[in-house]
């Protein structure tokens, strides 16, 4: 799913750089800036990210791109607030990265802000992988009786 959304958001950049001047890049930018006004003060913002992302292409008014990315964000906070915490990689200015490059028109650039988000969010993914218990792992360790 993430691979998906990855490619899906990414490809969509083109379109929404011809948005540039839409009131949804406005509201884009007033998220953004929530975003870092919660992590100076030690705060999560899931909702903010959520909602900019879906603000990002509602001026496409495509409903199947709003729905992989309200089911994205359902499928990723099921895997508990891990997956929702910023990883090293602070919101803020890797969407507001993204709507200066936007707002420009520049849909190579804010293709390439979008991969580098995407990074993090690969990375928070990947650490919870690590810590998750494997198929058959019944959480016994050591001489259980297991050969």
Known sequence: MLVAREAMEVGLMAFAAKLSSGPELAECERLAEL????????LPCPDLDKEFHLQL??????TLVDQVIETFWELFA???????A????????VHLAIVRALRKGDAE???A????????VRARTAAI?????????????GGGGRT
């Open 35 to 42: 975003m870092g006004e919660r992590e100076a003060a030690g």
């Open 57 to 62: 292409y509602r001026g496409l008014g495509n």
């Open 78 to 84: 099921r895997l508990g607030p891990n997956a929702v």
């Open 86 to 93: 910023p990883g090293e990689r602070r919101l803020a200015p």
């Open 109 to 111: 650039l804010a293709a």
């Open 113 to 120: 802000e979008m991969r580098a988000h995407f990074d993090d």
């Open 129 to 141: 992988e690590e810590t998750a218990p494997s198929a058959g792992d019944d959480g016994n360790r």
